[in-house]
T-cell receptor, first 113, second 113 residues
Framework: DTGVSQDPRHKITKRGQNVTFRCDPI?????LYWYRQTLGQGPEFLTY????????KSRLLSDRFSAERPKGSFSTLEIQRTEQGDSAMYLC???????????FGSGTQLSVL | GNSVTQMEGPVTLSEEAFLTINCTYT??????LFWYVQYPGEGLQLLLK?????DKGSNKGFEATYRKETTSFHLEKGSVQVSDSAVYFC????????????FGQGTRLTINP
C-alpha cells in the first residue's frame, strides 16, 4: 500500500493557461474523490468517481474544470483558462467502497499568477 | 445548508496539557461526524469518527462524542504531546453512499515542550 499519490506537488502557471493534475489512488480502490482547499479553509468537495463513472459534481466545478478516470484507476483534473481564483491546493482521495474511510494524497498546490 | 464551525486557531499549549477543540455543525439530516488531522507535509488522515448520536469515537488518546442535542463533536485529549502538533479538521457527511465531506476551516495546534 503506497498511499494516494498526486503529481505534480506544485504548479505555477500564468492566468489563461491550461493545467492538468494527476492522481493515482490506492490500488483497487474503486472510489476516487477530488477536493479543493484554499488557504485557511477546509477542503471543499469537487467531484467523485466510482470506477470510471463520474457520479457527482459540485456546483464549484465550473465548466472550465473537467475530471476523468478513463480506466477506473488514475484520474486527471484539468483546469482550462486558469484564473487567479483557481489558486488552491487540489486534493485527491480514494476509498475501497461505500462508507469506507478516505485516504488523502498530499495534494497539488496550484498558483496562478 | 450543511456546515461545520470550528474553534478559531491557532491554539498553543504546553506538553501534557488538556486539549479541547470545539466543533459544532448544522445539517439537514443525520450526519456522520469525523475528525481529520493533517501533520506538516502530509495528507489528511482520519483520526476518529462517530456515526450516530451518543457514539464516542476514539483514537491515539483523542476522543469526541456525538452530541445531537447540542449539535457538537468536540475533540479532547487528556495529555497532549509535541507530536500532536498539526491542523485538525472537523467534518460531516450526510451521504452513506459517498464520503462527500463538509469540512470546518481547521484549527492549527502547536504543542511546546
Amino acid at each position: 500500500d503506497t498511499g494516494v499519490s498526486q503529481d505534480p506537488r506544485h504548479k505555477i502557471t500564468k492566468r489563461g493557461q491550461n493545467v492538468t493534475f494527476r492522481c493515482d489512488p490506492i490500488s483497487e480502490h474503486n472510489r476516487l474523490y477530488w477536493y479543493r482547499q484554499t488557504l485557511g479553509q477546509g477542503p471543499e468537495f469537487l467531484t467523485y468517481f466510482q470506477n470510471e463513472a463520474q457520479l457527482e459534481k459540485s456546483r464549484l466545478l465550473s465548466d472550465r474544470f473537467s475530471a476523468e478516470r478513463p480506466k477506473g484507476s488514475f484520474s486527471t483534473l484539468e483546469i482550462q483558462r486558469t484564473e487567479q481564483g483557481d489558486s488552491a491546493m487540489y486534493l485527491c482521495a480514494s476509498s475501497s467502497g461505500v462508507g469506507e474511510k478516505l485516504f488523502f494524497g498530499s495534494g497539488t498546490q496550484l498558483s496562478v499568477l | 445548508g450543511n456546515s461545520v464551525t470550528q474553534m478559531e486557531g491557532p491554539v498553543t499549549l504546553s506538553e501534557e496539557a488538556f486539549l479541547t477543540i470545539n466543533c459544532t455543525y448544522t445539517a439537514t439530516g443525520y450526519p456522520s461526524l469525523f475528525w481529520y488531522v493533517q501533520y506538516p507535509g502530509e495528507g489528511l488522515q482520519l483520526l476518529l469518527k462517530a456515526t450516530k448520536a451518543d457514539d464516542k469515537g476514539s483514537n491515539k488518546g483523542f476522543e469526541a462524542t456525538y452530541r445531537k442535542e447540542t449539535t457538537s463533536f468536540h475533540l479532547e485529549k487528556g495529555s497532549v504531546q509535541v507530536s500532536d502538533s498539526a491542523v485538525y479538521f472537523c467534518a460531516l457527511s450526510l451521504f452513506q453512499g459517498a464520503q462527500k465531506l463538509v469540512f470546518g476551516q481547521g484549527t492549527r495546534l502547536t504543542i511546546n515542550p
